[in-house]
């Protein structure tokens, strides 16, 4: 059994972008400059934009940071969106989600100048993803093809089974291993809330991506030996032993899944670190296209 280790990987990727970095700021080109821009002030999406801002300074790009209260009007947030898509310093920017509820997620995201989307959401972006054009990769999907490419994960022609089928992970991923691509040229089953039978499917998958959202939900008797799993869950679970009270588990029973599998990603260190470096590594592309 291999461990798909996203740490590893992400500060590698990094690391090859701080080097893409200095070549840049050698050159007297103008620096990478990612924005953020959090709308209230829900933990866990704290802490994502954290990790994010942090990441920017450690590749020497240039990062800011848009704090906003909960109860900022839709109007508020489409005038900061205005304002970023206009400023010439800002090559790429993100909107954390998810919004309170009185804004409109699909509207704030139709919003963002599709050059500047480094998230990958808007329709433009989805639809030139859809359509294998130059894009911007949503960036969790991104990762996982990242890290199957940099694993060398054989994908061509093996039996994939997607368990999701959000927007953000679950169609995209369908849509990108289906493709003829690097990490793609794979036979699809988009699985989700409404599959009858899911472990029959799951047990004659080669390579199995876990995006629900249900904390340790595939055990050891769904798959076969042999398989590839893809752990892109993240749920907090209460845990006493824990200083903050909880520990992040995946989608995977990673006791009873790791010992069939020939691939793994853990939770954490798996899929999340991949994440941010793919939004760094769009940010750069952003950057480098003007
Ligand atoms: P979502 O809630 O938008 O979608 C969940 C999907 O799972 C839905 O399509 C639903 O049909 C399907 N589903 C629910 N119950 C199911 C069941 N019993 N059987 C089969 N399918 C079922 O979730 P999301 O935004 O795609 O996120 C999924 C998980 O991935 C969450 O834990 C989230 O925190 C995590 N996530 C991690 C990263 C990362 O960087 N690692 C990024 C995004 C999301």
């Known amino acids: 059994m291999t461990i798909l280790d996203g740490k590893q990987t992400s500060a590698d990727i990094k690391a090859e972008i701080a080097e893409a970095v200095t070549e840049i700021k050698n050159k007297g080109d ?21 990790a994010k801002v942090k990441a920017c300074n450690l590749v020497g790009f240039e990062s800011t940071l848009i704090e906003l209260p909960e109860e900022t009007t839709e109007e508020k947030v489409l005038q900061v969106i205005e304002d970023l898509n206009n400023n010439p ?11 309170p509820k009185h804004i409109d997620e ?3 995201l139709m919003a963002i100048d599709p050059d500047k989307d480094v998230d990958g959401f808007h329709p433009t972006n989805v639809g030139r993803m859809a359509l294998e054009l130059p ?3 949503p960036a969790t999907p991104y990762g996982i093809m990242e890290l199957l490419e940099r694993y060398e994960v054989e994908t061509s022609g093996k039996n994939v089974v997607v368990i999701g089928r959000s927007h953000i992970v679950g169609r995209p991923m369908s ?6 691509r690097a990490a793609g040229d794979a036979t699809v089953t988009l699985t989700h809330s409404r599959t009858k039978n899911l472990k029959e ?5 080669d390579i199995i991506v876990a995006a629900l959202g249900i904390a340790e939900f595939l055990t050891g008797d769904m798959v076969k030996e042999g398989v590839t799993i893809i752990d ?9 032993s824990k200083k903050s009270g909880f520990r992040l588990a995946g989608d995977v029973h990673f006791e009873s899944v790791s010992k069939k599998a020939e691939f793994i990603t853990p939770v954490p260190g798996g899929v999340g ?13 952003a950057c480098s296209r003007k």
């Open 135 to 137: 894009t911007f990769l």
């Open 89 to 99: 310093e800002i090559d790429g920017f993100i909107v954390q989600l998810p919004l």
């Open 175 to 180: 849509i990108l291993l289906s493709q003829k």
């Open 232 to 240: 892109v869950g993240i749920t907090r679970v209460d845990d006493a």
């Open 30 to 50: 103008k620096t990478p400059h990612l924005a953020a821009v959090l709308v209230g002030t829900d933990g866990a999406s704290m802490t994502y934009v954290g």
């Open 201 to 205: 499917i799951t047990k004659e998958a």
């Open 273 to 285: 670190p991949m994440t941010i470096a793919m939004l760094l590594k769009n940010t750069l592309l």
């Open 106 to 108: 699909h509207k704030v």
